[in-house]
T-cell receptor, first 112, second 115 residues
């Protein structure tokens, strides 16, 4: 069954802790993306990767980090430097940067 | 900078009413246009997309959208909504060769359909 999986669905962390969100895809897509969704603001791009071992900052990369060691995996770390980390995080992938992006189910992170 | 504007934050309709959700974007170059839908508790799904060709595109579940280049618009329509269309709708644009093809999203329109 092809698709994008994100885990966990809900995540709670204490302020000051780093946390890593998982994103895996078995669609053989080259490009992967992380977006953040906040009420009334749509989705905003955090990081993207067009190829293994390479990634670029998006519009709101401060306080986040990523890695792309494998084609199918693109984990996102929310660091303690992120000032407002509570949000819904969505991972997406596409065959090429010019193609349609498909989204995972998301992870809702709450920092207490 | 690119931006996408959705005119309505929250739309409330009765079943069988017609729907039109506005979307305007600002970008002078070649763009791809999308409408995504997020049903309650579900992940973001593609409704329809426009890359080129016929500016009237048809998507899933009876939705359609018309690309009007001169107006920088890509409005979503459905002739008769159902209760199951209750969801949040996002218009998105990407400039294919800008920042890895990132999507620029509108703020979203929440649609509530009363049975």
């Amino acid at each position: 069954d092809g698709g994008i999986t994100q885990s966990p669905k809900y995540l709670f962390r204490k302020e000051g802790q780093n946390v890593t969100l998982s994103c895996e895809q078995n669609l053989n897509h080259d490009a992967m993306y992380w977006y953040r969704q906040d009420p009334g603001q749509g989705l905003r791009l955090i990081y993207y990767s067009q190829i293994v071992n390479d990634f670029q900052k998006g519009d709101i990369a401060e306080g986040y980090s990523v890695s792309r060691e494998k084609k199918e995996s693109f984990p996102l770390t929310v660091t303690s430097a992120q000032k407002n980390p509570t949000a819904f995080y969505l991972c997406a992938s596409s065959g090429l940067a010019t193609d349609t992006q498909y989204f995972g189910p998301g992870t809702r992170l709450t920092v207490l | 900078a690119q931006s996408v504007s959705q005119h309505n934050h929250h739309v409330i309709l009765s079943e069988a009413a017609s729907l039109e959700l506005g979307c305007n974007y600002s970008y002078g170059g070649t763009v791809n246009l999308f409408w995504y839908v997020q049903y309650p508790g579900q992940h973001l799904q593609l409704l329809l997309k426009y890359f080129s060709g016929d500016p009237l595109v048809k998507g899933i579940k009876g939705f359609e959208a018309e690309f009007i280049k001169s107006k920088f618009s890509f409005n979503l329509r459905k002739p008769s909504v159902q209760w199951s269309d209750t969801a949040e709708y996002f218009c998105a644009v990407n400039a294919p060769y800008n920042q890895g093809g990132k999507l620029i999203f509108g703020q979203g329109t929440e649609l509530s359909v009363k049975p």
